[in-house]
C-alpha cells in the first residue's frame, strides 16, 4: 500500500466538526433527549453483596397509581449457563445476569428489578414497594478473601482443579524454558504488587431513551462506545431482532472502555414494550460508581532474571485480576502485554480470573495492561539499579524489535518501541536536573491495538461538497480524523467534508469504539470509499471529455488530463461534476465495509518527575513526558490528547484512586468527592512527543494511540517516587496516608 | 413525592417568623451549596426553605469604627473577596472561606452555611475559631451573641435554638502586628474535602508573640479550638521548641476516626505539621513580609 506523503490535511490541527457544539452545550447527550408521553425506569438494586433471591413481589409497586411497567430477570431472555454465547468480549451468559440478576444477587448495587412511572419520583417510591426475599450469603471482596479454599464460591458450577471455586479462569503465555532462564541470570529480583479497582470516571452517567412502537420497531438514544454493540445485546436480552432496533448514538460525555457493555438499554426497552411509552433512564453517579464496570484490582508477582551485561535471560510474571461479579476480568492485557517490550528468550506469564462480590469490571484502556506493566515495570527499575545500569539504558539493550517474538504469540512486524526510547532519552526533559525530594522515574508499555469490522459510506452532495457517514461513537476525535483524510484524498479544504455517525440502520455494521481501532480501522474504510468516488468522478470526466478513463487523473479536487498525449481540457472540479451528475449516470457515492486487518502494537515510553511532601506524604507530578510511537498523527492535536488523559487517569490510579469498601461490603466513596480523580489543578502540562513510524499495513500509517497511554504511568510514578524518597512503595495508590507510613516506617523499626 | 415552600423574605423578622413557624420540617438556603446537595442525595427533605439572601443585614460585609468587622451570614465568598480591606486585615479568614469549593461554589456559598451545616471538616470554621469571631444570632426570643467553637455541637447539628437564624459574625479589631492564616490538607490540591484544617491567628511584639488562637479541624466531632497550643505559642519567639510544644498540643486535642479520608494516625501526625507551617505563614503576615 502506498502511504500518502504530500499532506496537506493530514497532520493538520483542523477544528473538530463536534467542537462548537460542545463548547456552547448544544450537543445532545443521551440525558438530553425527551419525547412526547415519555416516562422514567428505575432499577432496584440489591442491597446485599452476596444473597439468593427467593422471590420478588412486585404487586404492590404494580399497584402504585402513576407505575405503567415493572420488569425482572423472567422479562430478560435467559442464556443457560451451560453454553457460552459470545459477543464481542462479553459472554451472554454473564450479561443477562449482569443487566438483572437471576437466582443470585453478586454485589451490592446488583440490579434485581427495574420500574416505569410517570415520574422519577414515583418510580422511586414504586422500587421500594417491591419486596425481595433475600437469602443473605457470605461474601468476600478482595482477591485474597476469594481465592481461599472455604471463601464463599459465587458460580458454584465453576470447577478449579476440581472443586468449586471463584478462580473462573486462567491465561498462560509461554517463551523458552523459564527454570533455564533463571539458571542463567546472575541476578534475580521478584516482589509483589496490589492495585486497587479503579473507576474509568467517565463524566456522563449512563443513559438512554427508547421507545417501542407497538408494532414492536424500537429506537434507542443512549450513551455509549458502539451503537451496534447496543443494538446486538438490546436484541439478544429482548428478543427483538436486530432489524426491528435502531439505536442511535449520542454524543458520549468519556467512556475509555466503560461504555463497551449495557446496562440500562435492555431494561429501558422492556419497559417501554410493556408500558407502550417512551422510557428513559439515567444512572446516578452513585449508581454509576457502584453498579458499573470499574476494571480490576489485582494481585501480581513479577520475577526477573538478567546476567551482569544487562540482558534479562528469565521473566515470570503471576496476575490476579478481581472480575467482579462474573468472568471476565482481562488477564489478556496483564499476561499478554506486560512483557511485550522486551526481547526475552525465556518467559512465563499467567493469569488468574478472579470473581468477587462487586461489580463485574468493564473494559478500561488497555484493560489489565497497566496491572501488568506496574508490576513489571518497577521490577525492572529494581534490576536496572541494581545491575547499576541506566535505566533508559538498560530498557534499550533488551527492546524489541522487528523480528522479536513476544510471548504472547506474534513475530513484531517494523515497531517503534525503540525510537521512543531514545526520544525519551535525547528529549529536554531528561536531560534537566531534578531538585530536592525530587524523583524521575521512567517506565515503557505496550498495548495490542485491534481492526475488524468498519464501514463508511462516501457522498458526494448535489452541490460538490462531501458527507461521510460512519459507525463509531466519535471519542478521540475520530470525526475529524476522518474529515482530514477524506479531504487530503479529494484534495479540498477539509471544511467541505461533513462527517456524520450514522445510525444502526444508516450505515453498515461497525463494531464499536474500542481497543484503539476506531481511526485505524475507520479511515481504512473511508479511504476505500473515497477512492472508488475519485475513480467514479475520473470516469465522469473521461465521459465528458470522451476520452479513456485511465487518461484522467484527479488532483486539487479536480479532474485534469493525466498528460498532454490525453488532450486539452479545462480541468472538471468537485463542484462541476456533481452539478453534471444526474446527466452523467445518476449520484457519486460510495459504500465500502470491511474487517480490517493489520492494526499493529504500539509502544509508549513515559518520563515522570515528582516532588515530595514527606511531612505529609504527598507525592505531587511535576513534570511528565509521554513519548509514543503513534504510526502517522492525521490529527496530532488529538493524538496528543489521547496522551494526556491516559497520563491524567494514569497518575489518579498511581496516586488516589480507589474503591474504598466498607465491612458490609458496600462501596464507602461512591461520587467524586472521595473517588478521587485527579482535578486540573493536580497535573503540570503533560507533554508528548510523537514519534512517528508509520504503519506499513495501513493507508495513512495509523496506529491505534488511544489506550497504550495509560499503561506506563503507574511504574513511571512510583519508579520516580522511589528516586525521590529513597523507598519503593508495592502497593497502589500511593496516596498521602500510605505514603507517610511507608516513610515512616524505618524510622520506627529504629526506635524499637 | 413532598412538595417544598420557598420563601424569600425580606426582612429577618419575617424570616425568623416563617422559620419558626414551620418547625423541624423548615431549613434555612444561604448559598444552598450544602443544602441543595443533601436535597438531592435525601439526605433531608424540607417542607419549606427560607432563602435568607434577601435580607440586608445578611448580606452585607462592614468595616466597624473600632477597626473590626461584620459580615452578614449570607455573604458568599467572592463577594468578600472583593471587599478592599477585609483580606488586608484578616488574609486567613479570607482564604479559608475562598478555599470552600470551586470559583462557582465560591459565587453562593457562605461563611454562614458553612458553620451551619456543622461539617467537622468545614474550611472558614478553624480560622474563624482562631481569629475569635463571634456570631450574632437571632430567634424567636430575640438576639444573643455566640463565639463560633460554640456554635456547632455534633456533626450535621449546631448549638442554635429552633428558630434561630444566624446573623452575621463579627471579627474583633487589629493590633499592630497581628496577622493570621489557614491552612489544610488534602489528597487534590482542589476540590476536596479536609483530612485536616488548621487556623491561626498571632499577634507580635518585638518578636514575641502576645496573642494566639489556634482551630483545628477535622480532628474531632466539632471544629476545635486548641487553647495549650496558643498558650505554647504565647510568650515565644515562636521557636523550634515553641511550635514543637504547639503541634503536640494540637495532636493531643484530636479525636479522630479512621475513615475513607484518612486515619487516625495520619490526621493526628497531620495536625501538628500543619500547626508549624500556619503558625509561619501567620507570623510572616504579622511581620508584614
Ligand atoms: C462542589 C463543592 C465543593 C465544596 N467544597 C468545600 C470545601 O472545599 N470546603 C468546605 O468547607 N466546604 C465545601 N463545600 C460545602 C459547602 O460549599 C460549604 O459548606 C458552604 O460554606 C456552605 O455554604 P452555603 O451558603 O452554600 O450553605 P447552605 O447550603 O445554604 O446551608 C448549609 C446549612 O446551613 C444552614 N444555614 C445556612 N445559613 C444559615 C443561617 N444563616 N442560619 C442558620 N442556618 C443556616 C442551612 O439550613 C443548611 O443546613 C463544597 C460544596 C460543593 C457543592
Given amino acids: 500500500m502506498n502511504i500518502v506523503v504530500n499532506n496537506k490535511w493530514i497532520g493538520q490541527r483542523t477544528i473538530r466538526p463536534d467542537g462548537v457544539d460542545k463548547v456552547t452545550g448544544r450537543a445532545a447527550f443521551a440525558a438530553d433527549t425527551t419525547m412526547p408521553g415519555m416516562i422514567w425506569g428505575k432499577v432496584l438494586r440489591s442491597p446485599h453483596p452476596h444473597a439468593r433471591i427467593r422471590s420478588i413481589d412486585t404487586s404492590k409497586a404494580e399497584a402504585l ?17 451451560d453454553k457460552s454465547v459470545m459477543l464481542g468480549i462479553q459472554d451472554m451468559r454473564w450479561m443477562c445476569r449482569n443487566v438483572m440478576a437471576r437466582d443470585k444477587a453478586l454485589f451490592p448495587g446488583h440490579p434485581v428489578a427495574a420500574v416505569a412511572a410517570t415520574t422519577e419520583a414515583i418510580a422511586a417510591k414504586a422500587c421500594e414497594l417491591i419486596e425481595v426475599d433475600y437469602e443473605v450469603l457470605p461474601f468476600s471482596i478482595e482477591i485474597e478473601d476469594a481465592i481461599k479454599p472455604d471463601a464463599p464460591i459465587l458460580h458454584e458450577f465453576n470447577k478449579f482443579e476440581g472443586k468449586p471455586s471463584n478462580i473462573v479462569g486462567t491465561l498462560e503465555h509461554k517463551k523458552g524454558d523459564i527454570d533455564e532462564g533463571f539458571k542463567q541470570a546472575d541476578i534475580i529480583i521478584e516482589r509483589s504488587f496490589t492495585t486497587r479497582p479503579v473507576h474509568q470516571g467517565y463524566i456522563e452517567p449512563h443513559a438512554c431513551l427508547i421507545s417501542v412502537t407497538a408494532d414492536g420497531k424500537a429506537t434507542i438514544w443512549s450513551s455509549s462506545q458502539g451503537q451496534f454493540m447496543v443494538r446486538a445485546m438490546t436484541s439478544m436480552l429482548t428478543g427483538i431482532p436486530q432489524s426491528d432496533i435502531r439505536a442511535i448514538p449520542a454524543e458520549i460525555g468519556g467512556g475509555f472502555g466503560g461504555k463497551t457493555i449495557v446496562y440500562l438499554e435492555p431494561l429501558a426497552t422492556l419497559l417501554a414494550k410493556k408500558s407502550g411509552r417512551p422510557v428513559k433512564m439515567v444512572m446516578t453517579r452513585e449508581e454509576v460508581m457502584r453498579a458499573t464496570g470499574p476494571t480490576s484490582g489485582s494481585k501480581s508477582t513479577v520475577k526477573i532474571g538478567a546476567k551482569k551485561d544487562g540482558t534479562i535471560v528469565a521473566a515470570q510474571g503471576t496476575f490476579y485480576l478481581q472480575a467482579g461479579a462474573f468472568p471476565g476480568s482481562p488477564i489478556r492485557g496483564a499476561a499478554g502485554c506486560s512483557f511485550a517490550p522486551y526481547d526475552i528468550a525465556n518467559v512465563l506469564s499467567v493469569g488468574y480470573d478472579v470473581c468477587s462480590n462487586r461489580s463485574k469490571v468493564a473494559a478500561y484502556r488497555a484493560p489489565g495492561a497497566p496491572i501488568g506493566a506496574y508490576a513489571v515495570e518497577c521490577v525492572l527499575d529494581e534490576v536496572a539499579e541494581s545491575l547499576n545500569m541506566e535505566p533508559l539504558e538498560f530498557r534499550l539493550k533488551n527492546a524489541a524489535r522487528q523480528g522479536t517474538k513476544a510471548a504472547h504469540g506474534p513475530v513484531f512486524p517494523r515497531i517503534g518501541y525503540i525510537e521512543t526510547l531514545e526520544a525519551a532519552k535525547t528529549s529536554p526533559h531528561y536531560s534537566t536536573p531534578t531538585g530536592k525530594l525530587q524523583g ?46 477524506c479531504a487530503e484524498l479529494l484534495g479540498i479544504d477539509y471544511r467541505r467534508v461533513s462527517v456524520i455517525i450514522g445510525d444502526t440502520q444508516t450505515v453498515g455494521f461497525s463494531n464499536l469504539t474500542g481497543g484503539s481501532r476506531v481511526l485505524f480501522a475507520s479511515s481504512m474504510v473511508v479511504t476505500q470509499a473515497t477512492e472508488k468516488v475519485i475513480n467514479t468522478l475520473r470516469e465522469r470526466a473521461a465521459k465528458i471529455w470522451e476520452i479513456d478513463p485511465e487518461a484522467v487523473k484527479w488532483e486539487n479536487g479536480a479532474a485534469h488530463p493525466a498528460s498532454p498525449n490525453a488532450g486539452q481540457f479545462e480541468p472538471l472540479t468537485l463542484e462541476q461534476l456533481a452539478e453534471k451528475a444526474p446527466m452523467q449516470g445518476g449520484p457519486i457515492g460510495a459504500g465500502v465495509q470491511l474487517n480490517t486487518q493489520g492494526a499493529d502494537g504500539g509502544f509508549g515510553t513515559h518520563i515522570c518527575d515528582v516532588e515530595v511532601d514527606i511531612e505529609l506524604g504527598i507525592a ?20 496528543e490528547g489521547q496522551l494526556q488523559g491516559g497520563v491524567a487517569q494514569g497518575i489518579g490510579w ?15 466513596n461512591p461520587g467524586f468527592l472521595d473517588y478521587r480523580m485527579p482535578v486540573c489543578s493536580d497535573l503540570p502540562m ?37 528516586r525521590a524518597v529513597g523507598k519503593r512503595f508495592y502497593a497502589l495508590p500511593m496516596s498521602p496516608p500510605k505514603v507517610l507510613a511507608g516513610l515512616d516506617e524505618p524510622v520506627q523499626q529504629a526506635a524499637e | 413525592m413532598t412538595d417544598i415552600r420557598y420563601v424569600a423574605p425580606q426582612t429577618l423578622d419575617e424570616a425568623v417568623g416563617a422559620y419558626a413557624a414551620a418547625g423541624s420540617a423548615a431549613r434555612i438556603l444561604a448559598g444552598g451549596t450544602d443544602l441543595l446537595v443533601q436535597m438531592r442525595s435525601g439526605a433531608v427533605q424540607p417542607g419549606l426553605i427560607v432563602d435568607i439572601k434577601k435580607i440586608k443585614e445578611l448580606t452585607a460585609v462592614e468595616e466597624l469604627s473600632d477597626g473590626g468587622f461584620r459580615f452578614g451570614a449570607a455573604v458568599p465568598g467572592a463577594v468578600l473577596a472583593e471587599h478592599p480591606h477585609f483580606g488586608k486585615i484578616w488574609p486567613g479568614v479570607l482564604e479559608a472561606v475562598n478555599l470552600i469549593g470551586s470559583t462557582q461554589v465560591q459565587g453562593r456559598a457562605s461563611a454562614g452555611g458553612n458553620l451551619c451545616n456543622a461539617s467537622p471538616a468545614g474550611d472558614s470554621v478553624p480560622a474563624m475559631i482562631a481569629a475569635g469571631a463571634v456570631v450574632t444570632v437571632q430567634g424567636p426570643s430575640g438576639r444573643r451573641e455566640l463565639k463560633v467553637e460554640d456554635v456547632p455541637a455534633a456533626p450535621g447539628r449546631t448549638n442554635l435554638k429552633p428558630g434561630e437564624i444566624l446573623v452575621f459574625f463579627t471579627l474583633p479589631p487589629r493590633p499592630p502586628g497581628s496577622g493570621d492564616a489557614y491552612l489544610r490538607m488534602i489528597p487534590r490540591t482542589e476540590m476536596d474535602i479536609a483530612v485536616v484544617g488548621c487556623g491561626v491567628s498571632l499577634t507580635l ?3 514575641v508573640c502576645t496573642h494566639a488562637r489556634v482551630g483545628l479541624g477535622a480532628v474531632a466531632p466539632t471544629a476545635l479550638l486548641v487553647a495549650p497550643a496558643a498558650q505554647a505559642l504565647i510568650g515565644s519567639r515562636l521557636d523550634d521548641a515553641a511550635l514543637n510544644a504547639a503541634a503536640n ?5 484530636c479525636r479522630p476516626i479512621d475513615d475513607k479520608r484518612g486515619t487516625i494516625a495520619y490526621r493526628t501526625q497531620i495536625a501538628g505539621v500543619l500547626l508549624k507551617r500556619t503558625v509561619k505563614i501567620a507570623a510572616e503576615r504579622a511581620q508584614g513580609k
Fill in chain 1, 65 to 81: 397509581p402513576g407505575v405503567k411497567a415493572v420488569v425482572t430477570s423472567r422479562d430478560v431472555v435467559d442464556f443457560p449457563l
Fill in chain 1, 440 to 485: 524521575r522515574g521512567v517506565a515503557s508499555g505496550f498495548w495490542f491495538n485491534a481492526g475488524g469490522e468498519s464501514s463508511a459510506q462516501v457522498n458526494i452532495t448535489e452541490d460538490g461538497n462531501v458527507v461521510v457517514t460512519t459507525g463509531h461513537p466519535d471519542i478521540g476525535g475520530s470525526r475529524a480524523g476522518i474529515a482530514n483524510v
Fill in chain 1, 620 to 639: 505531587r507530578v511535576i513534570r511528565y513526558t509521554a513519548v509514543q510511537d503513534v504510526g502517522r498523527a492525521v490529527h496530532p492535536g488529538y493524538v
Fill in chain 1, 654 to 668: 498511581a496516586l488516589n484512586e480507589e474503591y474504598i469498601y466498607r465491612s458490609d461490603g458496600k462501596v464507602d
Fill in chain 1, 686 to 722: 503533560l507533554d508528548t512527543i510523537l514519534v512517528e513510524v508509520p504503519n506499513p499495513k495501513h493507508p495513512q500509517g495509523v496506529k491505534g494511540v488511544g489506550e497504550v497511554p495509560l499503561v506506563p504511568v503507574m511504574a513511571a510514578v512510583a519508579n520516580a517516587i522511589y
Fill in chain 2, 205 to 207: 511584639k518585638d518578636g
Fill in chain 2, 249 to 253: 498540643a494540637c495532636r493531643a486535642a
